[in-house]
């Protein structure tokens, strides 16, 4: 479970810079707390902020945001057989704190040990949701006085992230580079 | 706060939801079809589509970065390791980049 602390962390970052581009649209920090943790999808709020900033037309923003959304279809899909058995309230849970992040170091540790399900998706999810709601609702309230921590390589986590998990998919280097 | 920002966020969470919903909905039905092979592959192929995504447009440094990683989940098989030096050579492609090297 602790490998979910570094992804949070990076979370963090992206989520205070959400929360000061949306208190420069004029949310207050309440409404970002709300959104964050009623949404919980980082790069569409992040898209949908944007767009409404451009024009205040909510339509356009909703469609741009759901449109980045779409994969979680796939996403929560994948989750059946972890979520099989589970009550209905504990499957609406579980789908609404998914995120990329926790869901996708779920099933990498999954692959390694198939004993590991609902319980790791969950507490996961939890530590991303929370993160994700007081990172962006602290950006809001912090403001724009901050160095770019994008030039440490922190916005880099995730890439890397993903690189290893799909390492443990078997989606490696192929075997011509290898001699 | 106005009311279009009210508006803003409940359709947004309704929006989210709704797609989480058909997401759970269509595990299930394809769980019970002939097709359920398919929920194994969803993950390896949407964390490919992850990885490309966040690679694409990007420059030199990123890319150099991320054939480290890949090194190091190659040869260690670990996502702490694989961040730490992802992130630690991207800092310090940076870092040489605005020391003029």
Known sequence: MITILPLAAGAAIYGF???LLAAQVG???WGVALMSSLVHAGSSQIVAVEQFAASPAVIGAALASAALNLRYIGIVASLSDILDGLPLRFKLLAIHITGDENWALTMSERAKNPTIGAPFLIGSGIVMI????LSTSFG???GSNLPNLEEFGLGFAFTAAFIAWQEGYGVGIPDCFLG | MSTDFWVLIFV???AAFSIRILGLVAGDTIKASKHAWILEEIPGLIIISLVAASLTGQGL???I?????????WLSNHVIWTMCGG??????????GSQGW
């Open chain 1, 140 to 142: 809001a309230i912090v």
């Open chain 2, 12 to 14: 947004l969470a309704a």
């Open chain 2, 87 to 96: 992130v630690a050579v991207f800092a310090l492609l940076n870092f040489m």
């Open chain 1, 27 to 29: 949310f207050p920090w």
């Open chain 2, 65 to 73: 970065a991320a054939g480290a990683a890949l090194a190091i989940a």
């Open chain 1, 17 to 19: 810079a959400f929360g």
């Open chain 2, 61 to 63: 440094t990123t890319w």
């Open chain 1, 130 to 133: 929370s993160v994700w709601t």
